[in-house]
């Protein structure tokens, strides 16, 4: 199957977004250890939380004002850039909700789910896995969350807090636009490199196996009894497990493992995540 790389806002004050800036892309992660802080960034309101700083490397602040727009899919059969759609952006397209949102905040609130949550927006859109120069321990060789892509991330934490969705364990890629969003949202994370794309724009069947089987026993494990497991990853690599192109940047899909299989239940953007979270 083909397969592309690349692809009511929350209010923020002004000292939010330069710490986030900041605190954001002077970092270039750990190693893989988990990280955890006391809460989710959602809950704060005068400064964000700041993953722990690059030992040896530090990547230049990023500018706090600039934001690319949002890449979301046309009308009919034309995708990204005006390109016919592909499958998978097809069946993201017309991917339709198997619970009404009652059933599924009440199932959350409960425990038992796997979500998927593709990272924030950022300020470019191009497959950097596949530049040689890239280093999934420096920020600075990498794409980057814009200040969407923060506001994003701090609205679903905010939601999960505000709806009381227990959240067990947050997964993420190694890249750091991935644990970053993971960072905002739930003030916690584990990375693990099996979430990471193959480095290639153009995948061959072998890469997109190796990508499906990276994410496949993520999203089929069961949760400890009442919580939900958060997986925070990217695009191609979802698309490799389920045929869908989780499209744009920051939606999420609600997955219902079962040991050996799952189900996709529901697909919600940032803002969904806030109306469910109005519900309760």
Same mark, same amino acid.
């Given at each position: 199957?083909?397969?592309?790389?690349?692809?009511?806002?929350?209010?923020?004050? $002004?000292?939010?977004?330069?710490?986030?800036?900041?605190?954001?892309?002077?970092?270039?992660?750990? $190693?893989?250890?988990?990280?955890?802080?006391?809460?989710?960034? !959602?809950?704060?309101?005068?400064? +964000?939380?700041?993953?722990?700083?690059?030992?040896?490397? *530090?990547?230049?602040?990023?500018?706090?004002?600039?934001?690319?727009?949002?890449?979301?899919?046309?009308?009919?059969?034309?995708?990204?850039?005006?390109?016919?759609?592909?499958?998978?952006?097809?069946?993201? *397209?017309?991917?339709?909700?198997?619970?009404?949102?009652?059933?599924?905040?009440?199932?959350?609130? !409960?425990?038992?789910? =796997?979500?998927?949550?593709?990272?924030?927006?950022?300020?470019?859109?191009?497959?950097?896995?596949?530049?040689?120069?890239?280093?999934?321990?420096?920020?600075?060789?990498?794409?980057?969350?814009?200040?969407?892509?923060?506001?994003?991330? /701090?609205?679903?934490?905010?939601?999960?807090?505000?709806?009381? /969705?227990? =959240?067990?364990?947050?997964?993420?890629?190694?890249?750091?636009? !991935?644990?970053? $969003?993971? *960072?905002? !949202?739930?003030?916690?994370?584990?990375?693990?490199?099996?979430?990471?794309?193959?480095? +290639?724009?153009?995948?061959?069947? *072998?890469? =997109?196996?190796?990508?499906?089987?990276?994410?496949?026993?993520?999203?089929?494990?069961?949760?400890?009894?009442?919580?939900?497991?958060?997986?925070?990853?990217?695009?191609?690599?979802?698309?490799?497990? $389920?045929? /869908?192109?989780? +499209?744009?940047?920051?939606?999420?899909? =609600?997955?219902?493992?079962?040991?050996?299989?799952?189900?996709?239940?529901?697909?919600?953007?940032?803002?969904?995540?806030?109306?469910? +979270?109005?519900?309760?």
């Amino acid at each position: 199957m083909p397969h592309f790389s690349g692809r009511s806002p929350l209010k923020i004050g $002004t000292s939010l977004i330069f710490a986030l800036a900041l605190g954001l892309s002077a970092c270039g992660g750990g $190693t893989g250890d988990t990280k955890s802080t006391q809460e989710p960034a !959602a809950a704060k309101t005068t400064a +964000a939380p700041a993953p722990a700083e690059e030992p040896t490397k *530090e990547a230049p602040a990023e500018e706090p004002t600039k934001e690319a727009p949002a890449a979301t899919p046309s009308a009919g059969s034309e995708g990204y850039g005006g390109e016919e759609m592909t499958p998978g952006e097809k069946a993201n *397209e017309n991917f339709k909700n198997k619970v009404s949102d009652e059933e599924l905040l009440k199932g959350l609130k !409960a425990g038992g789910y =796997v979500v998927f949550i593709r990272h924030g927006q950022t300020e470019k859109d191009y497959a950097d896995q596949a530049d040689p120069k890239m280093d999934v321990n420096n920020c600075s060789t990498q794409r980057t969350l814009s200040e969407k892509g923060w506001k994003q991330a /701090i609205m679903i934490g905010a939601a999960f807090k505000k709806a009381s /969705i227990p =959240v067990g364990k947050v997964t993420s890629s190694e890249y750091c636009r !991935a644990w970053q $969003t993971a *960072e905002l !949202a739930f003030g916690k994370y584990e990375k693990n490199g099996k979430l990471n794309f193959a480095k +290639a724009e153009e995948y061959t069947d *072998e890469q =997109v196996k190796e990508m499906a089987d990276g994410i496949t026993p993520l999203l089929v494990a069961k949760p400890a009894a009442g919580t939900n497991d958060i997986i925070v990853g990217h695009d191609d690599v979802f698309e490799a497990a $389920t045929q /869908i192109y989780p +499209a744009p940047q920051g939606i999420s899909y =609600v997955v219902k493992p079962e040991g050996d299989k799952f189900e996709l239940l529901a697909k919600l953007s940032p803002e969904d995540w806030e109306k469910l +979270a109005n519900m309760g």
